[in-house]
């Protein structure tokens, strides 16, 4: 049972990453999902979350806009593409099964560095 996080990586000012969320071991179709983001000497913060079938997205309003939700459950996977991206957007994205309200009895991925420069 895992999840798996990718898709991170170094990008300038203004650019775009997709990140997705790949489970094996288990059918993501049972759970919300949920994106969050913790920055060097910050706490955990809730970016975006989805529904089970996806038809219901929320955002971070420091997201909006900017970043679109989406998933699809026949390959397992739900993805953030990340768009007009900030110097503060820089962070370790985790994805986890808990949906919004994600906690440490959800399923969580390893995480993936997203760097922004100036």
């Known amino acids: 049972v895992q999840l798996q996080a990718s898709g991170g990586g170094l990008v300038q000012a203004g650019g775009s990453l997709s990140l997705s969320c790949a489970a094996s071991?288990?059918?993501?179709?049972?759970?919300?999902i949920g994106w969050f983001r913790q920055a060097p000497g910050k706490g955990r913060e809730r970016v975006s979350c989805i529904s089970k079938n996806g038809g219901v997205t929320d955002y971070a309003d420091s997201v909006k806009g900017r970043f679109t939700i989406s998933r699809d459950n026949a390959k397992n996977t739900a993805f953030l593409q990340m768009n007009s991206l900030k110097p503060e957007d820089t962070a370790v994205y985790y994805c986890?099964?808990?949906?919004?309200?994600?906690?440490?009895?959800?399923?969580w991925g390893q995480g993936t560095k997203v760097t922004v420069s100036s």
């Open positions: 071991g288990f059918a993501l179709d049972y759970y919300a």
């Open positions: 986890s099964t808990g949906g919004c309200h994600a906690n440490e009895y959800d399923y």
